[in-house]
Each structure stands twice: as C-alpha cells, then as structure tokens.
C-alpha cells in the first residue's frame, strides 16, 4: 500500500512539473520507481505511465498543436528510439544520463549567453529529432533535448507543450513495443505502469490550468531554469 501511495503522489507531482514545463516528469520518477520496481523494469514501467500522460497533455492542448512540426520532429525520433531502446540492455544508462546532463547545461549557458542559437527550421527538427529519439530510448528520457527544440520556435505555453507531448507519445508507442521484446513484463508491473499513467493525468490536468495564462516570456525564463536543474540532477 505504501509503494502504491508514493508512486501514485510522485506521478502526479511529475506531472505538475512536466506539464508546465514540457519535460521534467521522467527524471523526477525514475529514481522513485528504481527503488520499488527495480532498475531493470524502472525504464519500461515508466515508459508505459510516460505514454498516458503525454497523451493526456496532447489532450488538453489538442486544437494548438502545430502538426508540421510534430511530423518532421517523429520523422527521425521515432525510428532512433526504436534504435536506442534496442541498445538499452547493453548500455550504462549512467554515463548517458552523464553526458545529457552536461549538455543540458551547457546547451542554457550558450543560449543565454547567445553564443548558440537554434534557428527554429525544418533541419533543426529533423536533427533535434533524431538526436533525442536515441537517447530516450537509451536513457529512459531526453525530454529536455526535444523541449529545448520546440523552445526555439517560441511558440506559446500550451503550443509548445502539446506539440512536445504529441512526438514524445509516438517514441513512447515504439519503445513500449521494443522493450516489450526486450524486458519480460509482469502483468503487475504492467497494471503500475497504469495506475501512474492515470495520476499523471490530474498532474496534467492541474499544470494546463497553471500555464494557460502565463505570459510566453515568463514561460520560456522558467523552462530555462528547469532545464538548468535537471542538467545538474542528471549530470550528479
């Protein structure tokens, strides 16, 4: 009953975040469900939850999501996170956590400085695309890579997020199906999986309200410093 309390409050408080910010959610509870599930079943097990709480920001933000970009983002995200998933049991999932981490970091510290700019193009899609499909499959999630992505095209909260969400879903569908091959899933890692997707809902639900009328300035100011605290919690 414990396990169930903690999972079903951290995916809802995962949810808050990662609805607000685009990203966020995987890393808050992965090192909650390692603790319950194992690290084995952890990265699937998340995955499954991962996919119903994208579909539900998709949900909330269905009529604002820019398709075009979502296509050419899939186009290269969706067959390298079939590529990484693959590679996910013969891989150290720490240093490729390492190495996101720091990229993060610096990718905030280049922008900021406005040394590097993304120039929000169809080739920065295909690229970003291709970039964070192989290392979600590989590391459970590269969320913050594709949000940093959509970022530069400046669009507006809710835009932003369901556009985001709609890519992460197509990942999360092919790598459910890779890991399924993969990993042998109990039916009660299975029903887990599930019960976190469904918290996940209300935390979406409750970061829709959140962002539907902050202004984008403010927004993109408060993905940054998300960014930069994730960077440094994946890169520890």
Known sequence: MEMYTVLILSSFIAALISGAAGFGGALLLLPVLTLYAGAELAIPVLTIAQL????????????????????????????????????????????????????????????????????????????????????????GSAGPIGAAVFLSFGLPPVAYIASEAATATAMHITKIIVYGKLVNLPPNTINLGLIMGLAMIFGTYAANRLIKNMKKEVFQKYVAVLLCVVGAYMLI
Not at 106 to 132: C, E, H, Q, S
Request: glycine share 10%; hydrophobic share 55%.
């Open 52 to 139: 119903i709480g994208n579909l539900s920001r998709m949900a909330f933000g269905l009529n604002q999501i820019e398709w075009k970009k979502v296509f050419l983002f899939s186009m290269t995200a969706v067959p390298l996170s079939a590529l990484g998933a693959f590679g996910f049991s013969i891989s150290s999932k720490s240093t490729v956590t390492r190495i996101i981490g720091a990229v993060l970091i610096l990718f905030v510290f280049l922008r900021y400085f406005r040394i590097l700019k993304f120039k929000p193009n169809d080739k920065t899609l295909v690229l970003g695309g291709a970039v964070t499909g192989l290392l979600s499959g590989l590391a």
